[in-house]
Structures are given as C-alpha cells and as structure tokens.
C-alpha cells in the first residue's frame, strides 16, 4: 500500500516545485507551438525546458509517494544538485533563446522567454530554500563548493557542444585536439557527479579528494591548451562576415567564450580541491 504525503505538498519548497512543473511546461508548450527550428540553441533550450520539467514532476511525485525515502541515493544532494543545475540551464536558456529566435512581433517567443524567465526565478527559490534547511546543514558533495563547480562545468560544456559545428573541426587536428578536451572532461565531470549521487565512493581503494585534485590539474591544463588552440584555428583567416545577425561564425565566439569561462571554473575548482587536501593533511 503507498503511504501518501500530503505535506510534501504543501511546504514552500513542494509548492515551489508545482509552479516549475506549470511553467516549464508553459514554455515548452509556447516555443514548440511557434514552430520547430533547425538549430542546436534551439534543441538545447526545448531540451532545457523539457528536462526541468520532467524531473521537477518525478521528484514531487517521489517525495508525495515517500518513494524518495526508499531509492539508495543521497536524495537531498540529490534534489540540491538538480535545483542549482536547472538554475543554470533555465537561466542560459533565458539569453540563448531571445537572442536567437525572438524579434519585435514574435509574441508567442516573448511569452516563451517572459516564462523562462520565471522558472529561473522559481528554481532560485528552491536553491535558496534547499540553502535555508533547519541548521543550514550541507546535504553532500554536490550541495559543497566544489560540487556545485562540477555541475557548472558540465552545464558550459553541453553550450559548448551545441555551438559546435562538424563541418567547422572535421579537418583540422587542432580544433579535434579541443573537441577532445571539451568530451573527455565533460565525461569525467559527469562520472564524478553520477558517483557521489550514487554514494559509490566508499568503493575507491583510495582517497576520493586526491583523485578529485589530479583530474583537476589535468582539466586545467587541457583547457588552457584549448583556450589557446581554439581561436587560433577557428579565427585564422576567417573575418566575421557581414551580414551576420546572427550566423555560424557567432558560434565560435560562444565556444571561445565559454571554453575561458570553464577554464577559470576548472582553475577555481582545482585550487579548492588543493586547499582541501593538502590542509586536511597538515592539521592531521
């Protein structure tokens, strides 16, 4: 027999989560009626949307059916990491989609964004509200700072990979060498994340926090080769064409863009994790 939890409901943080499910919904709902497009910001943000969505109703549904209590997760890091991740996602959703496919006389695109705007606001809420927990606990690792900077980094490299363009690397070695890097450590960053989720850690024959710093040094230095790398191939003798408002070389001013904005996260990430262990070892 299900024991239902009416509470779960009706708390601030249960209430917050049925309007995300209400106006991720709205969204999606307003964007695929104004006509699918043939693009990836445009499949990367009915994606976002989609997502957000879909989970925003599984983990009401688990927590009103108190399955939540019984899946062999740590389910408040759980949830934590889900609310700062669909933050991200719904607020890059926000510029990406505007910036794109929005003019003057589009209304349904400008509801569409005034709507994805308040699903961020919303799942601000929910972090705020995860963050204000009684005692102001920290659930797991993905709710620490270095959590919450491997779900940013993989949030930049999926923007990364939808403004890639095949045709663009295909032929060149260098702008494969950077595709590389953007994979391999997306993969790894997704490996973590699924790992502490899991609470599989505890099967490492060795020390998770010294793991986690190697694979941060070597991210780091992998994309300060990309940073370079990727707009001295991409930019060689390839002037932005005119008009261009917008078109594929804006693509790889995004990917320039965020492969900086993810090395200084990789930077920052990596500087914590030394912090946290080489401290640790000098008070013991």
């Not at 095949?166 to 997704?190: D, K, T």
């Amino acid at each position: 027999m299900v024991n239902l939890d009416l509470r779960s409901l009706t708390l601030p943080v249960g209430i917050i989560r049925m309007l995300e499910v209400v106006f991720t919904c709205i969204t999606f709902s307003l964007v695929a009626s104004a006509g699918h497009v043939l693009s990836t910001h445009w499949d990367w943000c009915m994606f976002t949307w989609c997502f957000c969505c879909f989970f925003s109703l599984f983990i009401l549904i688990m927590e009103f059916t108190r399955f939540s209590a019984k899946v062999p997760i740590s389910w408040d890091d759980f949830t934590t990491a889900f609310a700062v991740l669909a933050t991200l996602m719904c607020f890059t959703s926000s510029i990406i989609y505007p910036t794109f496919f929005t003019c003057p006389t589009c209304y349904r695109q400008i509801a569409a964004t005034v709507s994805s705007l308040l699903c961020f606001g919303l799942y601000v809420g929910e972090v705020v509200l995860a963050r204000l927990r009684p005692g102001g606990e920290i659930s797991g690792f993905l709710s620490t700072v270095p959590g919450l900077l491997k779900i940013l980094e993989t949030l930049l490299a999926c923007i990364i990979f939808t403004s890639l363009d095949p045709a663009r690397f295909l032929f060149h070695p260098g702008l494969q060498w950077c595709v590389a890097v953007y994979s391999l450590c997306f993969i790894f960053a997704l490996v973590i994340i699924f790992l502490t989720v899991g609470q599989l850690l505890s099967l490492f024959p060795f020390s998770f926090d010294k793991l986690l710093t190697v694979y941060n040094i070597l991210a780091t230095m992998m994309y300060m080769t990309a940073m370079v790398i990727w707009p001295l191939y991409s930019f060689e003798n390839n002037p932005r064409p005119v008009p261009c408002s917008p078109c594929p070389w804006d693509n790889l001013v995004v990917v320039t863009f965020m492969t900086v904005i993810n090395l200084v996260i990789y930077i920052l990430d990596t500087i914590y994790s030394i912090k946290v262990v080489f401290f640790k070892l000098d008070e013991e």
